[in-house]
């Protein structure tokens, strides 16, 4: 409930408890012989400031507690319900003669999705206008609460010019149903022939989304930007940003994803069409999607013909308890999976499912892959699911419902940003050919955004990534040859989920494409054509990031190593000595790699690698990666046991990941003292040295006392790891190493 319906039915309440309290003190006097109308209104009266009857009780000794009670109360309850009622009328009043004339967010329809939009632009401190027909809507009480304008009816031509609704920076329709939003669409952009905002249509359907994304003509005027835009699509972007598989492919030493997701709904399937045409890395190869559903129709099958023409996809038509107890198949699915998503299901609960694939992966010793089930829990919040991941079970709970939506996600605005640039910048190498961005067909346009939201992988594929403020990089060559094949294979990988399919001659109403085929099959020329348009694209990446006028700028991305010897208490003075040579070591990193981000990697065994990454994370503003040496349930063994330092860390990483086992059998690593348990830590070792930049070492100097400890970590920086090792890390080291930063420590 509202605050606003709280508090009148709290004056409401306030109201009928005076009046029987007043009437139960009349019963107690001879007026109670009077007819109870006569009472009621006497009573009532109170409130209207006339008690002169009152005093007649005064006079005959018949005034009691619960009169005098009532006298007192009811006309400072008068009182306050008209100062209520003439603020709220003023504060909307004002709200009304202070609205925003210009760069607003105009909503239209405050069902959950457009709610959602206005409360997250509310939250970016953006001025909203909000338009809702049902006077009844449970929403509109809070946005108002919250500053927001809401027109209450129907929109015309005299609303939207007293609300200056042609000004607004965006337009978004959330009206209900794909018919009713494209309806209310069409009738309210007729009233608004001048605009120049972008406009948001939210759908439901896939299918009316693909249809329309062939040039949509309900929208008279040229000029304005048309964006559709789905829940279910929204989520899988987020997700794949959120969670994106290349550091777990690294870890793993694989070359190939392999996404496993239970369900066929609209977000499951969005969801594989996602990984399908944006997991595309260095080497090129398809992702691999299996996807068990007990679902089968006609729609269902042509959603994944599609989502087949651009990956390895495998369907498993089966119900999910009768896969849980096929050990066989089920192993079969999970040996080599990358990531697992668990979307709702009627069968059986998310959750549990999820427990018993991570168990699964615990007995069967398989590389504990994250899984993500969804849960459409109302309250659920980013702070909630920070606590599920203090204990590392590989498990994470996602939102699927509507309280994800923000304005961000919908408008990508670096996204529109970069799209329109790498148009332009054909467009004007090419002006005979090529179209300009305002009459480009819609599926173009949205080809072009797919093209800019890619940037972010194939940044990290370089060691890079989008900033806060402007500032650049530079590529050699061979990372714009990897950069250039990967958005080949990307682009190739989106067409076809789009319906494209090769030819010798091209047909965009048809769908054909001349350049439809693997990389290694382009003619060198082709291969130079898009090389070329790659790099002129990258060269206008980086104008830009250097442009202070834009949100963003670009990075490069420095990995440094933690390694060091365990401890779990020191002297004062010992502290503050390791603290501050630590300190010199972390301020050297940051003189030698200026302008970039900082990303630590550890195992976060107790002392020295705790310590290193608390200092970095306070005077490098670092982020780090928890790189745990098996599962939690056995590292653990190992820590003090009233340790909650471990948790406590965990919970400030931008990731962990449990590294793939060397050991074959689970039995063998309970035992502290078994060689498994050392081999495990070499192969933690051999990770370490593979996938950084840098490495920082609290050490004594001295030949290690095991297999796999800080010496070895060291030794194989500065050699190599032995071949022996090599196993634990198939994925490329990257090359000649940094000396290595040593922080002189003794241990006792």
Known sequence: MDSQKKSTLFLFGLFMFIML??????????????????????????????????????????????????????????????FY??????????????????????????????????????????????????????????????????????????????????????????????????????????????????????????????????????????????????KSQLLAEQLFAKYPPLPLLNIQGKDQVHLVIFGSNDAALDLARTYAKSAIYSSLKPVKITLITADSNAQLSAELAAIDAASELTVINQQVHELLADNKLLLDIISNATQIYIFDTQQINCFSIALTLRNKMLVECLFMAPIYYATSYTEFSEQQQAKTRQIPDNLVAFNDNSKDINISAVTQPRGSVLAKRAHEQSYQANQAN??????????????????????????????????????????????????????????????????????????????????IKPWHELTQQQQQGNSDFFAAAVNDLLLLAKDTTQPFGIEKVVTVAVTGHRFTDLESQQHDILVRDIDQQLDA?????????????????????????????????ASFIALLPMAYELYKLDF??????????????????????????????????????????????????????????????????????????????????????????????????AEVRIVDFKRD
């Open 21 to 82: 309290v007043g009437l139960f003190g009349v019963s107690q006097t001879t007026r109670w012989s009077e007819p109870l109308a006569n009472n009621i209104y006497a009573i009532a009266g109170l409130f209207a400031f006339s008690g002169d009857w009152t005093q007649e009780l005064y006079k005959t000794n018949q005034m009691n507690p619960f009169i005098e009670f009532a006298r007192f109360a009811a006309p400072l309850t008068t009182a306050l319900i008209f």
């Open 640 to 737: 003090s046991k009233q340790d909650s330092e471990f948790e406590q860390l965990l919970a400030k990483a931008q990731w962990f990941v449990e590294i793939p086992p060397v050991y074959q059998n689970l039995a063998e690593m309970e035992d502290t003292a078994n060689e498994s348990r050392a081999l495990q830590y070499a192969s933690l070792a051999a990770h370490l040295v593979a996938m950084s930049d840098e490495l920082i070492a609290v050490w004594d100097s001295q030949p290690g006392k095991g297999i796999g400890g800080t010496a070895d970590v060291v030794n194989w920086w500065q050699h190599g790891v032995p071949e022996q090792f090599k196993r634990c890390y198939p994925f490329t080291s990257k090359g000649l190493k």
């Open 434 to 515: 090529v179209t300009s961005w305002q009459d480009l067909p819609y599926s173009l346009k949205e080809a072009n955004r797919a093209f800019a939201l890619s940037w972010r992988e194939k940044l990290a594929m370089v060691n890079a990534r989008f900033s806060s403020h402007s500032s650049s990089i530079e590529l050699s060559d061979n990372e714009l040859n990897v950069m250039s094949s990967m958005e080949h294979a990307r682009w190739c990988a989106e067409r076809k989920i789009d319906g494209w399919q090769f030819s010798s001659t091209r047909s965009n109403i048809a769908k054909r494409h001349t350049l």
């Open 85 to 230: 009622l003439i603020f709220d009328g003023a504060k909307q009043l004002i709200a009304y003669l202070l609205r925003p004339r210009s760069d607003f967010q105009l909503v239209v329809g405050l069902g959950n999705k457009g709610s959602a939009i206005a409360l997250s632009a509310l939250a970016a401190n953006k001025p909203v206008i909000a338009i809702e027909s049902n006077p009844e809507n449970s929403h509109i009480a809070l946005l108002k609460q919250k500053g927001t304008i809401v027109h209450v009816g129907d929109i015309n031509q005299s609303v939207a010019d007293k609300l200056h609704l042609q000004h607004a920076e965006a337009v978004f329709f959330c009206c209900g149903d794909d018919s009713h939003n494209i309806t209310i669409a069409q009738q309210v952009l007729t009233n608004l022939t001048n605009l120049k905002a972008p406009v948001f249509v939210h759908l439901h359907s896939r299918v009316l989304a693909d249809q329309l994304k062939q040039l949509p003509r309900f929208i008279e005027n040229t000029s304005t930007e048309l964006r559709f835009w789905r």
């Open 589 to 621: 990193l940051k003189q030698a790699h200026p302008n970039c981000h900082f990303q630590f990697v550890s195992g976060l065994a107790e002392g020295a690698d705790r310590l290193v990454i608390e200092r970095a994370l306070t005077r490098l503003d």
